[in-house]
Structure formats: C-alpha cells, structure tokens
C-alpha cells in the first residue's frame, strides 16, 4: 500500500487573523481504501485473538470497488453468518464464502450473479491479503467465495486466469496470527468436495458430530472506519500558531499581535500502519510591510538581497527571523525624494517613475544602491523655503513639495530646488553652526540648517547675512586655494568659525 500525498501549500496570513482551518484528506489519500473495514468473528476464540480485520480496497481507482461491493451485499445479507473455512492448504491460501453450517453438514451459499474481474498488479496476491475465489479458466466467475493468502503467491495467482483479484488486506499482525491459527487446523479429507477442510475432531474418533468442529464465524461485518489519521510531528514555533487536529481536519489558531513563521509538519497514518508526512509554513505578517521598502530603508542588506538573487522572499524572511528582534526601521526611505534627486543626473528617474514609489523603490534596491545613487540629494525643504508661491500652496508639507517638484518643479517649471542659499543661512549665526556641530555629514548639516529655517528662522525674521566674497577677502590666505575647490562659505562653518576668523 502507499498514501498519495498533494503537498499542503504554505499558508500566508495578515497579523490577528483568527484561525484557518482546511481537510487533510485534499492532500493525503490511501488510493486503495475509503475506509471500509471488514471483521471476522471467529466462534472458536482460542484460534489466534479470534477475529480477522481486513481493509477492504474499495476506492475507485487503485481499488477493486465491484469486488468490494460484491462482497458487502453477501454480508449485509446475512450469508456469511456460520460460514466456514472449507479449504486449507499449507502455506499457500485458506478459503472460505462457500459454504455455511447448522448442524454436521455444510450447506453451499446461494450465489449472486458473478462479479466482473477487477485483477490489478497493484493489488498482488501478498501475505495476508484477502482475493476472491473464482473458476478455472473463467476470470470473471467470482462469486461469494474468498481465500486469505498465507505466503507470497504473487508469481502464481498474478499470472494465471486473468489474475485473482485482492480486494483487502489484514490491518495487523495480530490478524495474521488469527490466520496462521487457522492454517494450523488438522485438514482432512472427507470427500471429493471437501478434500482439504481444516476440523477440530478427536484423533482418536475422527467423527464430525457437532458444527463446534468446523472453522467457522459467527457473523462477517464490514464498518466504516477513518481511511487516515492524523498526528501533529512539530510546530516550530508554537507561540505564533496553535495546530489542532481534529480528525480529518486540521485548525491552525493564531495567537494575538504575533508575526513569524512557523514549520508545520504533519504525519498521515493509513489503516496498516504506514505513513507519511508533509510539512509546510505558516507566516504571519504586517499587512502594511513591504519587503522592498524595508531594503531600501536597511541598505545594507542589498548585498545580501543581490546574492539572493534579487529575492524579495529573501528580505521578508530577514524581517521575520532577525530584523523584527534587531529594532530595524520598516519604512523610512522616501521613495519620491530618491526620484527626485535624480535631478542632479539629468532627472532620469523623475521621467520614467514619476510618483510611482513603488517602482521607485524597487529600482534603488535593484539598481540605484549598485550605482550609487544619491537618495537625499534633493531637499524637500529648501526646495519649499526657495519659493514663496509653494510655501504658500503647501505650508511646511514637505511630502507634497517633492511631489510637486517631480510632477511640475522640475518639467517643464524648471525650478532650481536649491534656489534657497541655506549654507549661507547656516554660517550666518554662529548659534546655529554650534547647534548643527554634532552633524558630522556635512550635507545633513545643511539640511538641518533648511528645516530650521522653514520652522523656526522664519518666524524669528532671521536674515542671511554671510557673503563668500568678504570672507575671502576678509581673509586673504584663503583666496589661492579657491581654484582648487575650496567653498568659501563650507569653510567658514567647518572651520572658520571655530578659529575666530573675520567675516568682513
């Protein structure tokens, strides 16, 4: 036997779901079986546990179904009620269904018409598997008649009048040894009809006087059973998801304000004993997560991304296994200040994407990161503080500015985003370059140095007094190094003003 397994998808769910809950029998099936389970009922109890189990292979399909069939209508009929084991033959097959027995004499089963032959080689006449009795040279003249299997007989019973069709099998050992038991009986040999009847008789008064001498049953039922049974091997992460099983169904019940994966593994039993088993991932997460926005704001997990082979799956699971207990950030990059800082190459970015962030994104952490692109190089607030007009539309509403600068400011307005002199605002006040000292990036500092003015110089009515040319000339030594790229006013706040230098 072998249980077919659909492989269970993995399961995806936001944070705070309730519970999930599906049938394990849409991914675990006994080809053979439905479940149907036949039971013997020996009257002799002393012959091994006094009963014989079988599955019956009834599914359609890999199974014999007409067979099983057939064989249920003769038991829900009551004819198998006394029926004996007229047949016995060492290691080779014990036979019974034909014949039942009230007083010494057994008396033939009345037929139903016969059942059309359902042979397969994937129900081998084995060890202890039940096939149905038929005439020689007639592969579908089977009718109430069985035998239980007691060796391998596959290389002869597979390969002679059409194969005999096995239509079950013992569930246990202890069903075997019920039919070994069986098989150890005494045969005699009666008459011609009975030429190999097993029979408790008394050695030394060989005489049938009593139907307690014959192997017989006192009633064959067939029941439905489970075709599998289910058990939980591991959950690998139990304080994300409970996993209840309850029959056939499985409940995975997610604990409150918990993301995560979880392995689930799962063991299918068939009605022998054999199993499989299947696993699969629970994951639980932040609806509002966007694993590329999350590279993006953890640049340094790019390389990793690339060599992942640009596997967003990658960055999620990082987020889940390590970034959540890390403390890092899932959303700072601004995807529309990245495009529109392309305005320094040309505004490339700003011409393809637009005020689609999400391809915005995805570009820096596929390309812009390996090219080095700059991602603040446009200033939300100086582009505001350099005009009146967007200050008056927008207020201090820096996401609406950078919107405004992709969609207008830079085409077709033309409008320069650095229009604004806020380094010159900066070295104005020396309360200012103390206050932005601990910035060491100098274009941050600046930055910082815009933010104060739109939020605070404003309204102070702070007024940009420093000017490059009387620095320099307030200041002579520095003049010879200006072709070589010194900034004047850069100089004053990075060193000038620590060293007491004049501005005028």
Known sequence: ?????????????????????????????????????????????????????????????????????????????GDYVNSIIHRSVQNFVIQGGGYTVEDRTPIPITTNPPVQNEFSPIRSNLRGTIAMAKQGGDPN???????????????????????????????????????????????????????????????????????????????????????????????SNPDLVNVII????????????????????????????????????????????????????????????????????????????????????????????????????????????????VEATLHYINNGYVEGRPTTAFDPVRYLISYDDLRDAFGNDTAAGTQHFITNGFAPEGRNPSEFPSDRYLASYGDLITAFEYIPDYAAKIESASNHYLFNGLGERRQITFDPNAYLNANPDLIPFVPAGLDPTQHYILSGFAEGRPTA
Do not use: C, K
């Not at 479940?35 to 359609?60: E, H, K, M, P």
């Not at 790019?302 to 999620?316: H, V």
């Not at 529309?336 to 637009?354: E, K, M, P, Q, W």
């Open 1 to 77: 036997m072998t249980i077919n397994i659909n492989p269970i998808g993995d399961v995806t769910v936001n944070i705070n779901t309730d519970q999930t809950s599906f049938n394990l029998l849409s991914n675990f099936d006994d080809p053979l079986t439905t479940g149907r389970v036949a039971n013997f009922q020996l009257y002799n109890t002393s012959l091994g546990n006094g009963t014989i189990n079988i599955v019956l292979f009834d599914q359609a399909g890999a199974g014999a179904p007409l067979t099983t069939q057939n064989f249920e209508n003769y038991v829900n009929d």
């Open 141 to 235: 003249s089977a009718t109430s008649q069985w035998f239980f299997n007691l060796a391998n007989n596959s290389s002869n019973l597979d390969n002679q009048n059409g194969g005999f069709t096995v239509f079950g099998q013992v569930l246990s050992s202890a069903d075997l040894t019920t039919i070994d038991a069986i098989a150890a009986v005494p045969v005699f040999n009666p008459n011609q009809t009975f030429n190999s009847i097993p029979l408790f008789l008394d050695s030394a008064n060989p005489t049938v006087n009593s139907p307690d001498n014959y192997v017989r049953f006192s009633q064959i039922t067939v029941a439905q059973a489970d075709e599998l049974q289910f058990t939980l091997a591991d959950n």
């Open 246 to 357: 309850n029959g056939q169904d499985i409940l995975l019940d997610y604990l409150p304000n918990q993301i995560g994966s979880a392995e689930i593994t799962i063991v299918a039993t068939n009605l022998t004993g054999e199993q499989v088993q299947d696993t699969f991932t629970v994951t639980v997460i932040d609806p509002v997560f966007d694993p590329a926005s999350y590279g993006a704001s953890n640049p340094d997990l790019i390389p990793f991304y690339i060599n992942a082979g640009y596997d967003l799956g990658f960055l999620t699971n990082h987020y889940l296994t390590s970034g959540r207990f890390e403390g890092r950030q899932v959303d700072t990059f601004d995807e529309y200040r990245y495009t529109a800082s392309s305005y320094v190459t040309g505004g490339d970015l700003i011409n393809t994407f637009g005020l689609n962030g």
